[in-house]
Structure formats: C-alpha cells, structure tokens
C-alpha cells in the first residue's frame, strides 16, 4: 500500500433531535471526513469522531484538523508499507489523538478491502452476518418524553435501550422507566457523572435490573470503577477509560468491567479495535460497538467491526434516519423490524459515498500530498 494523497473535509450535519449527555448537548455535528488515495487513484473514507468540545474526551475538532493535517497525514503520505494493519504504528510518534488517527486508520482499511473487491467486514474477520441493535436515548426535557421515545424504539424493533442518566435524572427515571417496561434491556450511560461517594445511589439502581451500568465515575479511571464492582451486582461496562489493549486486560484482570464499550475512534481505528476485541474474547469478556452520533462512513465502519465474533450484544449502532434528514452514504444504514443491521455485500465499508452531497456540507477542506 502506497497512500500518495491525503483528503480532508469537515462537514456540518444537523441532528434531526437534539442529543444530551451528562456532559452537554449537541444539536449539531461537526465532523471530519479523511479521503485516502493510491498511486492508482483508488479511495478509501474514514470518520474523525471527535466531537465538538473536549468533554467526552479531549479530543475534539479543533485538535483533530490540525493533528491530522500537519503530523498525522505526513506521516502516511509517500510511505510504502505493507498494509493497513500497520498503519497505526506509522502514526506512532504522536502520542493519544486516536480519533484523529483512527480516521486515516479506517480509511485505509477501506481501500485496501475495496482493493481486495471484498466487504470490509469479511476483510477484518468478521463473522456475523447481521448485528444486533440497540439505541442510546439522549436526557429529554421530560420524562414523559423519554418514555414516548422509548416507545417508538422499541416498536422500530430495536433490542436493547439505554438512556442517559446524570444527576437529577437517574434513580426516579430508571424508576419510572422500568416500571412502564417491566421485561425490556435496559441500560444506564452515566458518561462520568459520578463518584464513589455515590456508591449508595448505584446500590439503590441494583433493584432495577439495568444490563450494565456505563461508566460511572472519572473518564480516566479503572481503579475506583473495580471498587464500585464490588459492592453493586449490575454489571459495570467502561466506555471513556478504554483507550488501549492494555487498558482492557487492566481493566478486566482488576474487575472494573464485565462487559466493554469498543469505539474504533477511542482506541485508535480498526487494527487497535481488533486487538481489544481478541483481549476481552480470550476473557470470555462481551463486548458491544458504541456510537459517537456518526455519519454514514463512520457508521458503516462500526457495522464492520461488530461483525467480529466477541461482538455478542446489541451495541449503540443504529438506522441513519434516527440522525439525520439525508446521510452521505447510499443506502442510508436501516434496520430490520426485529432490529439487526444486515452486513453490506459491496466491497470496503460497503455504501457508497455520495459526493455531491458530502460538497454541499463541507466547510473547509485541506490536501496532504
Ligand atoms: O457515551 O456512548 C456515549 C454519543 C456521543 C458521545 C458519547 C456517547 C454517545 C452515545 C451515542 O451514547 C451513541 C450513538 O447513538 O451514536
Ligand atoms: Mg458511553
């Protein structure tokens, strides 16, 4: 593989609903588009998921353009290697920013499956032939609210629903929500909100029977996470502290997560993604794909990667039209009624890209030759 041009594009996308988290809403996306090209001209695209500030991590769009445009993609540009598996190590030098590398990362992968004339997800080892869905459901303005959203997922076919919580929407919501939805998956995403000092709050939530519990305290710690382990039987699943393979086996070996939130972003694209999956499975511990409200190409990329074998329960992979009037891929991603995403049979991520409406968004572009 010999990447010779480097595109970079950063659309605007609006969110056909508000999301909330306890760190913030977002009614608006901003996201960065990577164009890999071959001496030959072939592409590849990938997906920057940093989001618009730095608080769910400290990546974030204005870190990523420059990293990526001024380090990242001069360190691809012009260098022969033997494939996409090794494009990570290229990128070694620049220390965290794994979103940003994971861009190139993933983009690369996709040109080298289009390459092979085989879906990406085969390409990656993947063996599932379709995934199962869940959504993550935003705060709403009111529990009335999230209850009718809830509602409508559900009978969209999805299988598993996690709603946010923070302080001031938790235990009287998990409350309320169970008891309308005695029999259903439910899960808690608490992005960081909390401490140890809410060890009584998290042993209150037992009762309600939540799936897993998605990282409660500090974004970077396992440490007080495996504390909290021991004393609730919900099962507590890391999302912000996975970053590398070696927090995984930390992770696991300590008891701080009995199921893992895999991001292609957070860990650093698909060769990183690869790796932890293969930790956690070794460990018969299961993982899930999480979202970062992505377009069509990064959402086509998380499909591939839950198609891996450790990828048994229902992630926060969801249909296009959940977040946006019109995608950049076509099809857009859909969902069968009893919610699974059935694995593209084109080659690469499988959709294609639709230019025109990918130049529309854009906002400003760069070139890396
Ligand atoms: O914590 O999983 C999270 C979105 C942005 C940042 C963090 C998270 C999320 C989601 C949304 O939960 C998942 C999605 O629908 O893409
Ligand atoms: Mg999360």
């Not at 990938?46 to 608080?55: I, L, M, R, S, V």
């Not at 590398?244 to 300590?254: C, E, Q, S, W």
């Not at 511990?285 to 198609?307: D, F, K």
Request: glycine share 8%; with cysteine; hydrophobic share 40%.
């Amino acid at each position: 593989m010999n990447i010779t041009s480097i595109e970079l594009r950063e659309i605007r996308l609006p969110l056909i609903h508000f999301f909330e988290t306890s760190f913030g809403r977002t009614t608006e996306r901003r996201i960065i588009l990577v164009r890999v090209v071959d001496r030959d001209g072939a592409d590849g695209w990938g997906e920057c998921t940093a989001g618009e500030g730095p608080f769910y991590s400290d990546e974030w769009v204005e870190t990523a353009w420059p990293t990526l445009k001024d380090f990242l993609a001069p360190m691809v540009v012009n260098r022969e290697v033997e494939g996409a598996a090794h494009i990570y190590d290229l990128m070694k030098r620049v220390r965290g920013h794994r979103m940003a590398k994971a861009a190139i990362e993933t983009a690369c992968w996709d040109l080298e499956a289009r390459l092979s004339d085989v879906p990406l997800w085969k390409y990656l080892g993947g063996v599932q032939t379709e995934i199962p869905c869940g959504v993550s459901i935003g705060i709403q303005n009111s529990p009335e609210e999230l209850i009718e959203k809830i509602e409508q997922e559900l009978s969209a076919g999805y299988q598993r629903i996690k709603i946010k919580i923070k302080r001031g929407w938790d235990l009287e919501i998990v409350r309320r929500v169970r008891g309308r939805f005695p029999e259903i998956r439910l899960m808690g995403d608490a992005n960081s909100a909390y401490t140890l000092a809410d060890v009584p709050l998290f042993k209150a939530l037992d009762e309600f029977k939540l799936m897993m519990l998605e990282q409660p305290l500090a974004y970077d710690d396992i440490f007080d996470h495996a504390e909290l382990q021991k004393q609730i039987q919900t099962p507590v699943c890391l999302d912000e502290s996975i970053k590398t393979p070696a927090d995984v086996i930390h992770a696991i070996d300590l008891g701080a997560s009995r199921i893992i939130n895999v991001k292609l972003g957070r860990v650093g694209g698909h060769a990183q993604a690869k790796r932890v999956e293969a930790i956690a499975r070794e460990r018969n511990i299961p993982v899930w794909c999480g979202g970062m409200l992505e377009s069509g190409i990064g959402r086509a990329h998380n499909i591939a990667m839950a198609t891996l074998a450790g990828f048994t329960l229902p992630g926060d992979v969801s249909a296009s039209s959940r977040y946006w009037e019109e995608d950049i891929i076509e099809p857009p991603v859909t969902v069968t009624p009893n919610g699974m995403i059935v694995a593209p049979s084109n080659p690469g991520i499988g959709f294609e890209i639709n230019r025109p409406r990918i130049d529309q968004l854009t906002v400003r572009s760069a070139q890396v030759n």
